[in-house]
């Protein structure tokens, strides 16, 4: 036991000081970005090296239906072998007992990453970057909204109640009045995400009724993504004690703004440290224009990844903080690529597009993977966008379907995030788009039945 505790983030050493652990959940996100693992006694943890889950889990739905990807061979469902990476390990603060948290990594018997597991595929490109000298930084932001209980599918999702005893009022962006309405959730959130060593750059109300926002500092692409892994948990976690859901769906509440996770962009130079988007006197070098134009050229066909359900679409529409195109400009949010205001060492690049519906290792993949080809094939990017940009046409995918097209469509971007991933997601996601078509909507019912 000694030995792997010595291995230990100094938070999660601090949280079990001085007391018995009990019991270690070994995790490891499914395509959708569920925690899927095993629990086991501390004292047997100690004891192994690893363990195992069926590859299975890579073929699920959100559903719990199955898409058939298994390959060739058929559904066998291979043992995978789970290794500890103790990097990873956090505190399950809300447990009744003395509780840490271990994300795994995948490989198959013959010690390979296995390609289809979502941190493998973050991992993969962030090596590519490596190769060429390039260490990406990115900064996601977090949108969720905390609705009150919806126990019956059938009914629609409502604000929750906060301390006034008054339903979350809507239009009130960046209100600390509002923040002090969810005071003791937004309390127990800092007291977990401190318990499990995770810095918060910001809370801030954002525009719909129970809408907040988290911002992370900026960092390792693999780090970032397993705190966002372990943050939807958490906020989970903290509302439940107060009899309220948190919820990541991209479009909750009709009438009301989705939820983004907005994903800024810096890359620098492995040895120098240097931004590779600004040069020597300050200004935007090639690296920074290719970055975007990549951005542009392949985000419709990895929207797939960054909007993967039915609902993640009902968030693009005109006027509700959602980017509608893949324009670009400096310090405008009408936009779906953006450049924040910053000097010359963060000058960076914001991906508006992801939905915070997504799976956090593949919407970071996705995102570097389009910028990545960009400055590989010194792609141009359009025309700075002056202006409304919510006054033009779309140009990206409106509907599941034409987006999972495009996806599988998209061999340069599947040789960048590994094409077995691809062939696997894709068959998947088809899936589960298909049994979305077979459910007859309220809507249909209300106006078709009588009037067609």
Not at 114 to 127: A, C, E, G, Y
């Amino acid at each position: 036991m000694a030995d792997w505790k010595d291995e230990l983030p100094q938070a999660a050493q601090t949280y079990i000081e001085g007391q018995r652990l009990d019991e270690v959940e070994c995790i490891i996100s499914d395509l959708p970005g569920i925690a899927r693992g095993k629990a086991v006694p501390a004292s047997k943890f100690a004891k192994q090296a690893y363990f195992h889950l069926p590859d299975s889990i890579f073929y699920q739905t959100i559903t719990g239906d199955w898409g058939e990807a298994a390959g060739e061979d058929g559904f066998i469902e291979r043992d995978m072998i789970l290794k500890p990476d103790f990097s990873t390990a956090s505190a399950a603060p809300w447990t009744g007992d003395w509780t840490l948290q271990v994300i795994h990594d995948a490989y198959d018997r013959d010690e390979k990453p296995i390609p289809f597991s979502p941190r493998n595929v973050l991992k993969r490109v962030v090596q590519l970057y490596h190769d060429k000298g390039w260490k990406p930084i990115v900064a996601p932001e977090m949108e969720f909204f905390l609705v009150a209980p919806n126990v019956d599918p059938a009914q629609g999702i409502k604000p929750m109640m906060g301390r006034s005893g008054r339903p979350a009022a809507a239009r009130q962006a960046y209100s600390m009045t509002a923040v002090d309405e969810f005071g003791p959730v937004i309390d127990d959130i800092y007291d977990f995400a401190e318990h499990q060593g995770f810095e918060i750059d910001g809370i801030t109300q954002e525009g719909g009724a129970g809408q907040l926002e988290i911002n992370l500092r900026h960092g390792n692409p693999v780090k970032l993504a397993d705190e966002v892994f372990y943050f939807k948990r958490l906020i989970r976690e903290a509302a439940l004690r107060h009899n309220c859901f948190a919820t990541f769906m991209a479009k909750p509440i009709a009438d009301e703004p989705g939820s983004a996770m907005h994903i800024h962009h810096s890359i620098t130079d492995l040895e120098t440290g240097q931004n590779i988007f600004s040069g020597p006197q300050g200004g935007e070098t090639d690296a920074f224009y290719n970055f975007i134009a990549g951005l542009q050229n392949h985000l419709p066909a990895g929207l797939a990844v960054m909007a993967p359900y039915v609902n993640s679409y009902r968030r693009y529409v005109k006027d509700h903080a959602a980017p509608i195109n893949l324009e670009w400009a400096r310090d405008n949010r009408t936009t779906g690529i953006r450049v924040p205001l910053s000097g010359p060492d963060s000058r960076r690049v914001e991906n508006r597009i992801a939905g915070m519906d997504c799976n956090p290792y593949l919407g970071i993949a996705v995102s570097l993977a389009c910028g990545y080809l960009g400055m590989v094939n010194q792609e141009r990017p359009r025309r700075q966008f002056y202006g409304d940009a919510y006054d033009g046409d779309g140009d990206i995918p409106q509907v599941m379907g034409s987006a999972l097209d495009l996806f599988d469509e998209a061999e340069a971007l599947h040789q960048v995030l590994g094409p077995e991933f691809a062939r696997v997601y894709g068959i998947v996601k088809r899936a589960e788009y298909e049994e979305f078509l077979q459910v007859i909507s309220p809507w249909e019912r209300e106006h078709l039945l009588l009037n067609v």
